[in-house]
């Protein structure tokens, strides 16, 4: 498998929202904007591409009977090494996403990829199965985000570019649901052509 192939596999083929349908409460609770679904993605690719990392170098000196644990420890330092770095620097950012930034340790997409991926492959392949899951991850809530913001209240990056107040169903769970079914259904179709 070439080293590209390895990154656009997360995009399409094996995207986590639209075709694997993992990590789904990040996705339905913080996509409520676009700037929201596009920071959570982003926090979520940085644990993923570290994790995958030492997974890799560590996954041939742990035995079987503890990997899933050991993952779990690896994946948890990553996410508390994130938490206080964007407490540090984007408080902002930290303040919106808050609690799902610790659940990222429970993310299905980052223990999933640890154990059929990263746990199986070197380094370098692990990094970059970690960029093209994370690069899919994140565009996925970015577009979820972006429909939701432009639907439920007529602005796009908190630029707001239609009169009104838009559709407050949007903006709250029903419409992350619905979002989420109509673009999945539109992804799947896409991408059988």
């Not at 009977?65 to 508390?80: E, G, L, Q, R, S």
């Not at 996403?97 to 070197?122: D, H």
């Not at 169903?169 to 649901?177: D, E, N, T």
């Amino acid at each position: 498998m070439s080293k590209f192939s390895i990154i656009t596999r997360g995009l399409v083929k094996e995207n986590p929202t639209f075709v694997l349908v993992l990590g789904m409460c990040p996705t339905l609770a913080t996509t409520t904007s676009a700037m929201n679904g596009l920071e959570m993605g982003l926090a979520t690719m940085f644990v993923l591409i570290l994790s995958n990392i030492v997974i890799s170098l560590i996954a041939p000196m742990v035995p079987d009977k503890v990997h899933i644990p050991v993952y779990i420890v690896v994946i948890a330092t990553f996410v508390t090494v994130l938490q206080l770095l964007m407490q540090a620097y984007v408080p902002q950012v930290y303040a919106t996403l808050g609690l799902f930034i610790p659940l990222i340790v429970v993310n299905c997409i980052v223990l999933g990829r640890a154990e059929a991926f990263a746990g199986k492959n070197g380094a370098l392949d692990s990094a970059l199965d970690g960029i093209g899951i994370g690069i899919g991850f994140t565009l996925s809530l970015t577009v979820i985000g972006m429909v939701r913001e432009i639907l439920g209240s007529g602005s796009l990056f908190g630029w707001k570019f239609l009169a009104g107040d838009g559709i407050l169903a949007f903006v709250m769970a029903p419409g992350a649901f619905l979002v989420l079914g109509y673009l999945l259904v539109l992804f799947n179709k896409l991408a059988k052509k």
